[in-house]
């Protein structure tokens, strides 16, 4: 069964920083783009950034400068690099893996206090 686990996330005051990891349990997804989404309580899952297999990336504009997303694909890892945290980065943060299948991690809190 295919899983993509995530770590890293926790309580960090504004300003700080956290690091995001996302291990997949096939190296099948070194070939397929992969990327982070996040949720904050009462609003739609939105799309932060993506790496492509060749290692290309995209971000949102609300992370642009701050957030930094890596992958190492002898380790069937994506990383997100996390620095000057807002409050408004408050979220669930979810891995994806588009390959075909729409594959999902189950998602690490990250809270920014003010």
């Known amino acids: 069964q295919v899983q993509l686990v995530e770590s890293g996330g926790g309580l960090v005051q504004a300003g700080g920083s956290l690091r995001l990891s996302c291990a997949a349990s096939t190296s099948v997804f ?30 949102a504009e609300s992370v642009k400068g701050r957030f930094t997303i890596s992958r190492d694909n002898a380790k069937n890892t994506v990383y997100l690099q996390m620095n000057s945290l807002k409050p408004e980065d408050t979220a ?8 075909g299948y729409d594959y999902w991690g189950q998602g690490t809190q990250v809270t920014v206090s003010s």
């Open 92 to 99: 669930v943060y979810y891995c994806h893996v588009p390959a």
């Open 30 to 59: 070194r070939v397929f783009p992969m990327g982070w989404y996040r949720q904050a309580p009462g609003k739609q899952r939105e799309w932060v950034t993506t790496i492509t297999s060749g290692g290309s990336t995209n971000y």
